[in-house]
T-cell receptor, first 117, second 111 residues
């Protein structure tokens, strides 16, 4: 089955620093990947849609200068949380669906737990 | 605006019982309805999905029932097991490819 890998699985950083999270599709190509954040005991909230070779599309209320997204290849998207603050602490999850397969489901990574101290 | 409403928020079932989770949607453009299972500290995993052209889909102990006219769909877990204890999310997607999630149901199956 399609596998989406995220790295790191958890990270602790100091306030004011930046953190990069990688999302890779291991056995398929994806022109589009999605980034979500999930607070404890809550649902997934879509942050942005990552498009290979073009700018990401951000959901309303998500700061694009704070959450930088780069989708440089068909198998890799990165999310950089810049100048992180404690309120950015959350569970970040990416997803992707195989390129060219009509009606293919979204596959999710195992998430990255970010803690900002 | 919550596009997919999920209930109940939490559910406790005895081992061997049937777990039922319900979802309702408003956007008639939705044409794909997956259910995801999420264990603590993990990403959601696709459990089962259905499209509006069928009213029911079964995979093992998991069944989706779909009522297009009522714009409702539900997940039934037969013979529920303690290992099924997790949070379940219904979701819906339309032509925009953006997946919209329900708020989740925390299922606890007691041994």
């Amino acid at each position: 089955g399609a596998v989406v890998s995220q790295h790191p699985s958890w990270v602790i950083c100091k306030s004011g620093t930046s953190v990069k999270i990688e999302c890779r599709s291991l056995d398929f190509q994806a022109t589009t990947m999605f980034w979500y954040r999930q607070f404890p005991k809550q649902s997934l909230m879509l942050m942005a849609t990552s498009n290979e070779g073009s700018k990401a599309t951000y959901e309303q209320g998500v700061e694009k200068d704070k959450f930088l997204i780069n989708h440089a290849s068909l198998t890799l998207s990165t999310l950089t949380v810049t100048s992180a603050h404690p309120e950015d602490s959350s569970f970040y999850i990416c997803s992707a669906s195989p390129l060219g397969r009509i009606n293919s489901p979204l596959h999710f990574g195992n998430g990255t737990r970010l803690t900002v101290t | 605006q919550q596009q997919v409403k999920q209930s109940p928020q939490s559910l406790i079932v005895q081992k061997g019982g049937i777990s039922i989770i319900n979802c309702a949607y408003e956007n008639t453009a939705f044409d794909y309805f997956p259910w995801y299972q999420q264990f603590p500290g993990k990403g959601p995993a696709l459990l089962i999905a259905i499209r509006p052209d069928v009213s029911e889909k079964k995979e093992g102990r998991f069944t989706i029932s779909f009522n297009k006219s009522a714009k409702q769909f539900s997940l039934h877990i037969m013979d529920s097991q303690p290992g099924d204890s997790a949070t379940y999310f219904c979701a819906a997607k339309g032509g925009s490819e953006k997946l919209v999630f329900g708020k989740g149901t925390k299922l606890t199956v007691n041994p």
